[in-house]
């Protein structure tokens, strides 16, 4: 019979693989602790993030800011804001502009000569004059019967007119009327005779049974009878020098100039009206207006109107309709251009000259070549569906008055660009505007009690000071700004439950189980009663240099219960809230302030002591700077093709990318202009502005220019070589560049490293890790810094150590981590010794079997022959 060497082996190897047993067993607990550590490292997270809030100042402001109409307006409160009601009225809201070519046929179509051009958008205000059109004057059938109902209407409203609409005044009062629904303001112009009107004016004869009455808007200047005297210019003159004729004139608002004798005499109306200067004849008359002095005079009335001047009030185009605009000395369609007006270049804006290649003359080159500059500007193509009906559109991305664009057209040497590429493109809102706009570029407007305010955005920044407003409508809102402490109440209530669910975790890890007698995971382990005693000790302390009456938990209502937990007490809390919200920020947060305006906190580290530090100034950052060594002259020009190098900001050993070459737009420059037009140029090189690398620019009251950079410090220098064009010594003169130094001072009595405008404390002090700002004021004493560390910032340092990196949690974990690996290698050691075992096992056995088959085989031949003997003897 065969051995069960299947069985046999597989009884021993059980016998043999018990002691992995063990291996699991210490797997098993090694894991279970590294996975209750981790549960406690993911609740000192939790822990830490609940801090994060009551770490930050802007919790404690406790401020809120309410309108009373939150589709006019609504308002955030931050820091410096105080509490207060404020009424608001916006007029108006911040928009961008504009523009828009006239209609193409085609999108693809080369204009011009497709020669290369250079386009350069800038950005400034539009001065003086104003955005609408002029109608012409008023035509006689206007001035004698009026101007229909109907006729006339302004971005789809009817404007109400009528017989007695008679002269521009009367046509502007009737468009005003309804101003607040058209966004139109109508301005009538002036009304004057022809300035020849009488220099043919004869001697004035009246024969028997006859009369002559001369009057002017119903004024009577004459009145000639058969007994009268004739009526000469100085006659009529003297008639004028009358205080009765003059006084009725002023009257009907009608003014002289000229005289009669030198045929100059002219009647003006400035408000618009209607003037009629009336011969009235009876009878036999000879001599008058433009007529000799024997001449017969039938009597006659000469007219004299205006047209008005339509202005659109948020710079959009004016779309005129009625039945008979004309009437009204308007076409139909839509109108609208800069009139009058001037220019101001907004430096603080980039500009940018871009080429168009070859090819990309199209409107579709065009377009791509403005938006692959990334300047402010989005270009698109708008089909209006006529017989050419592709637009270009050009719409700054930036909203405010100040953002108006000017588009220059030149070939790429700067000379006179393609008359058709200029008569598409060009718009200066001084001068020739071949683009038209559709949207004027505007500020909002508001006034707040009383004051009027002006902001780029429709986010209006600090005009109540820690309040921003965010506008969505013209109207009224009244805003309040009240103490809101829901968010202090809030941040501490979830502090206390973070702590509490810590807690917890931590007390059902490390708890012994009596009914089962059994304990937790981590019961007895040092490290969590070691997080646990230094939490508790943390948050039971006093803590000193709040800056406040609050220096501890329980004032707030916090305290400690029997289980370890805290208990928070809603009434003591929002009663400390009530008297002692300004102190909330020191007893959480990390806080820093200065009693020098001029001097800023910025921030500091783990390793900052709380107390006062006292700053003392040396020496103050100044900026690189290159100032004209001349006054500039009252306009400035620059030529044509223009190219300056200019190196900004450059290090040791220099950098390439620290110069560049940049194009000054070709023209003639007021100071301001100037200085707005270099600062612009400069910051518009791409180079630059990835770097972060700016220039600014200012006009001193001598009249020189200086350009600097805007970093201060031993690293902020400039210097410019001119390639082409005008040279720098055109503008500056012998003037040589200046390099900027880092500020120098101390903190705490301490020399402190000094780096632009920025300070740092030195290491090892008790200011270690503060830095401040110092952005201006005098050298010498500038007050203190003082730094305090509340409850919040410590406990989350102290949590770091808990969970970062070689931290006690991180170390321990890291260890079982070890141990885990160590058992698992002892176990794969094990198994792989048990399979030699096996091996051998199994080869023994199969060998005792091999062994008691033969035997058996011998065994069987045996008997069998010891029978066979024994049957035949």
């Known amino acids: ?171 502007a009062e009737a468009i005003n009327a309804q101003s607040e629904k058209t966004g139109v303001v109508a301005t009538a112009g002036s009304t004057e005779t022809a300035a020849d009107l009488f220099a043919n004016f004869g001697e004035v004869s009246v024969t028997p049974n006859s009369s ?129 007006s001037g220019f101001s270049l907004n430096g603080a804006i980039n500009s940018k000259t871009i080429t168009l290649a070859p090819g990309d003359q199209t409107l579709q080159g065009i377009r791509d070549a403005i938006n692959k500059a990334d300047m402010g500007v989005t270009a698109t193509i708008v089909s209006d569906g006529s017989s050419k009906p592709f637009h270009l559109v050009v719409t700054s991305n930036k909203t405010g008055e100040a953002t108006s664009m000017k588009i220059g057209v030149t070939d790429e040497d700067g000379a006179a660009g393609d008359q058709a590429l200029v008569s598409l493109l060009g718009y200066d809102p001084a001068g020739a505007q071949g683009m038209t706009q559709t949207a004027g570029a505007q500020s909002t407007l508001l006034n707040m009690n009383g004051i009027e305010i002006k902001s780029d955005s429709t986010s209006v920044r600090d005009a109540i000071q820690g309040v921003t407003l965010d506008v969505s409508a013209v109207g009224s809102s009244t805003l309040t700004v009240s103490k809101d402490t829901a968010a202090i109440s809030t941040a501490v209530n979830g502090f206390v439950k973070a702590y509490n669910e810590l807690n917890k975790t931590m007390g059902t890890l490390t708890k012994y189980n009596a009914e089962t007698q059994t304990g937790g995971v981590l019961q007895g382990d040092a490290s969590v009663r070691a997080i646990q005693s230094q939490l508790r000790r943390q948050i039971s302390t006093v803590m000193e240099g709040t800056g406040g009456k609050l220096n501890s938990l329980s004032q707030v209502g916090i305290s400690f219960e029997k289980d370890g937990s805290l208990k928070l007490d809603s009434t003591k809390l929002n009663k400390a809230i009530t008297e002692n919200a300004a102190d909330f920020g020191g007893l959480f947060a990390a806080m820093g302030s200065t009693t020098d305006g001029l001097v800023k906190f910025d921030k500091s580290t783990a390793a900052t002591k709380a107390g006062a530090y006292g700053v003392n100034i040396v020496t103050l950052a100044t900026q690189g700077s290159l100032s004209s060594s001349a006054t500039l002259g009252t306009m400035t020009p620059i030529a044509a093709n223009t190219v300056w190098r200019v190196t900004l900001n450059d290090t040791d050993p220099a950098t390439d990318s620290k110069t560049q070459e940049i194009k000054i737009p070709a023209g003639s420059y007021s100071k301001e202009d100037l200085a707005a037009l270099l600062r612009s140029s400069i910051n518009g090189n791409a180079v630059f502005a990835g770097a972060g690398d700016t220039v600014e620019s200012k006009v001193g009251d001598d009249g020189s220019l200086t350009l600097s950079s805007s970093k201060y410090g031993s690293t902020s220098n400039i210097s410019i070589a001119a390639v082409s064009g005008s040279s720098v010594d055109s503008i500056f003169g012998s003037a040589a560049p200046s390099k900027g ?55 989350n340092n102290l949590a770091t150590s808990f969970v970062g990196s070689g931290s006690l949690l991180k170390s321990k974990t890291d260890g079982l981590n070890i141990s885990i690996k160590s058992v698992a290698d002892q176990a794969a050691r094990f198994e792989t010794r048990l399979e030699s075992i096996e091996k051998r096992y199994r080869a023994q056995f199969v060998a005792l079997d091999s062994m008691m088959t033969s035997m058996q085989s011998t065994s069987d031949y045996l008997t069998q022959q010891l029978a066979s003997i024994a049957a035949n003897s």
Request: aromatic content about 4%; proline content about 3%.
């Open 1 to 171: 019979m065969a051995l069960d060497i299947e069985g046999i082996v597989t009884k021993l190897m059980q016998a043999e693989a018990r002691p992995l047993d063990n291996y699991a067993k210490k797997t098993t607990a090694l894991q279970s602790k590294n996975s209750a550590l981790n549960q406690v490292s993911a609740a000192v997270g939790a822990f830490q993030g609940a801090l994060t809030s009551l770490n930050q100042s802007n919790t404690f402001q406790g401020l809120s800011a309410s309108p009373s109409n939150k589709d006019v307006l609504t308002g955030t409160a931050g820091e410096g804001a105080v509490p207060g009601k404020y009424k608001v009225n916006v007029t108006q809201l911040a928009q961008s502009q504009s523009l828009k070519s006239y209609g193409m046929a085609s999108s693809t179509s080369t204009i011009g000569g497709g020669n290369p051009a250079n386009l350069t958008f800038q950005f400034g205000t539009v001065t003086g004059g104003t955005f609408g059109a002029t109608g012409s004057a008023l035509g006689l059938a206007a001035a004698a019967g009026g101007i229909a109902n109907g006729s006339l209407s302004l971005n789809g409203v009817a404007i109400s007119t009528s017989p007695t609409t008679r002269s521009a005044r009367a046509l």
């Open 212 to 340: 002559y009455a001369l009057s002017v808007s119903g004024v009577q200047l004459a009145n000639l009878n058969p007994d009268s005297a004739p009526l000469t210019r100085a006659g009529l003159d003297t008639a004028l020098a009358g205080a009765g004729a003059r006084n009725a004139l002023a009257a009907a608002n009608i003014t002289v100039s000229g005289s009669a004798v030198d045929g100059t005499l002219q009647f003006k109306a400035a408000d618009g009206s209607t003037i009629d200067v009336t011969e009235t004849v009876t009878g036999s008359v000879n001599g008058g207006i433009n007529r000799a002095a024997g001449a017969s005079n039938p009597g006659a009335t000469t007219t004299a109107t205006a047209g008005v001047t339509l202005r659109s009030n948020d710079g959009n185009q004016i779309l005129v309709g009625g039945n008979n605009p004309t009437s009204a000395g308007f076409t139909a369609g839509s109108v609208g251009s800069h009139q009058g």
């Open 741 to 795: 130094i880092d500020v120098v001072g101390t903190i705490g009595g301490v020399a402190a490293t000094g780096n632009g405008q920025s300070l740092t404390a030195a290491a090892g002090s008790n200011a270690e890790g503060i830095q401040v700002s110092i952005t201006g004021g005098a050298i010498g004493d500038r007050g203190t810094v003082t730094f305090s560390q509340g409850f919040a910032f410590q406990l």
